[in-house]
């Protein structure tokens, strides 16, 4: 006699479901959970990305505008040290700058504000020490920016 295996009977809706091992998960894609964490991963490392975008963006605005505050405080030194002896822009005490600059260091604007104060007898009976210092407004309040020298 001879026996025929039997069969199971195929359920109409088992059928249609997915299979449920692994090698089948992996193959059906991404689960729920699985994109909502690498969204939140995605958007905190952008917002990180951002942020020090920003910052590198603000520093590097700042830089610019103290190498356009040190362009201003040379150029009234040098105005200052071509100026004859007797000139009451060399007179001891403080001197507020006739000219303002622009944002690029340019004679004319309104940015940049200079002043200096002379002092006599400083290092030496001789000499004069001027003191420039150069003034503007950023998003984080007032700087200034000094440079001294001496005029024998």
């Not at 026996?3 to 059928?15: E, G, N, R, Y």
């Not at 991963?41 to 190498?67: C, F, K, N, P, Q």
């Not at 944002?103 to 200096?116: C, E, I, K, L, V």
């Not at 700087?143 to 005029?151: C, D, E, F, I, P």
């Amino acid at each position: 006699m001879h026996l025929q295996p039997s069969l199971p009977t195929a359920d109409p809706a088992a059928s249609c479901a997915r299979p449920r091992t692994a090698r089948a998960r992996r193959a059906g894609g991404f689960s729920m959970l699985e994109v909502l964490i690498s969204m939140s991963l995605l958007a905190v490392g952008m917002a990180a990305i951002s942020t020090t975008y920003s910052m590198l963006s603000d520093a590097a605005v700042h830089e610019r505008r103290v190498t356009h505050a040190l362009h201003v405080a040379e150029l009234t030194v040098e105005d200052l040290l071509l100026r004859y002896a007797g000139d009451p822009e060399l007179a001891q005490g403080g001197h507020a700058g006739a000219v303002a600059y622009t944002q690029d260091g340019a004679p004319g604007g309104s940015y940049f504000t200079t002043a200096w104060e002379v002092a006599t007898g400083t290092p030496i009976a001789s000499a004069r020490q001027i003191r420039v210092t150069v003034t503007w407004t950023e998003r984080t309040g007032v700087k200034t920016l000094s440079l001294v020298t001496v005029r024998t």
